[in-house]
């Protein structure tokens, strides 16, 4: 869940259970950059790998003046669940370079902002919209190794 904490802070939480829903715990910021920074944090997408890891995916304006209409980049969290808490693993940048803000207004030239995570054993996968050189939107995949989580 994107949770704000502040006007320009929303950060990416999340609540957990390992007793099917009896307890749950308190939430967890799942980015590893900051709270105290105003990156906007949005656009969550989830996947769970068959082993229970989980994998969060998100965008964040780390990279620019942290405001929604700066630059932002794309990122994969993995995060482990254990009854003694959770384990916040290491976070994967997607995007080779932070991408143009897309708040243009609403166009057929706006992308749609749209977001898909996969996480299998040939890898994680994350699909997401983004403007081209040429002004046209442009749906971006990436798959990174699991591997690169280690």
Known sequence: V???????????????????????SSRVDVADDPAGQGDQHDHVTLSYLGDGRLFVGWRDRRF???????????WVRVVSFRKSGVVLGKTVRFTVASQ????????????????GLAATDAGVALTWSQLGRDDLDHLVFRRVPLAAWS
């Open 64 to 74: 620019g003046d942290g405001s929604w209409s700066s630059n932002y980049d794309q």
């Open 2 to 24: 994107a949770q704000r904490v502040g006007a320009k802070k929303p950060r990416i939480e999340l609540s957990y259970t390992v007793d099917g829903g009896a307890h749950w």
């Open 100 to 115: 143009p803000p897309t708040n243009n207004g609403r166009s057929p030239l706006q992308p749609d902002e749209f977001q």
